[in-house]
């Protein structure tokens, strides 16, 4: 059973990588899974809860590495450089995630019914960086809504700046340019206290 929704999970994020969320069908994924439809639906109720359960596997995996990365940061500056470090390495790496937390994105927009399952692990995320910051930022005193701001700026640097390399076909390795845009944001925000 555990293997066959391993499948399914596989086929769904390959599929959604390569064709998008929104020209991948339920069918597309069983096929490609290569079992029946009606075995996707005894382990995902819709299209829309395989691309939550991915998320939130997605999520898992890049807080967890960032969170094994901030072990070792000591001052303000090496948390928030972890954070971002980090998070860019994960989706370099992982570029079929980045595709797919961009989509989810747009489709959150189009959905009305099950949207609220999707902007949980979006909130998730942003809390978690909101939290770690609240930590690199000592001595600061931003107010939660500002350091939710400052998380969703964060998140927004990593995976626009990779998505737009993508979009434009540039290699996406390239840490000298991403040293110089991750110390501007570090630097705008640990210098200047509100």
Partial sequence: MAAT??????????LFAERGIY???????TDAADVGKGTFYQHFPSKTAVIGHLL???????LQQCRQELQSASTSQERVEALLQTQFRFFEKRRDLLILFHQ?????KLQLGEVRLLR??????VQFLASELAVAFNGKRYSRTTLTQIACA???????YLSYLVILGLETDRRAELEIS???FLEGFLERPQ
């Avoid at 929704?5 to 390959?14: D, G, K, P």
């Avoid at 989810?104 to 959150?108: D, K």
């Avoid at 949980?120 to 995320?125: N, S």
Wanted: overall charge negative; hydrophobic content about 40%.
């Fill in 5 to 14: 929704r391993e499948r399914l999970v596989s086929a769904a994020l390959a």
């Fill in 23 to 29: 020209d991948t069908t339920v069918e597309d994924i």
């Fill in 56 to 62: 939130r596997d997605g999520f898992d995996d890049l």
């Fill in 104 to 108: 989810v994105r747009g489709f959150m």
């Fill in 120 to 125: 949980k692990e979006y909130e998730r995320y």
């Fill in 154 to 160: 964060m998140a927004g640097l990593v995976t626009g």
């Fill in 182 to 184: 991750a110390r501007m």
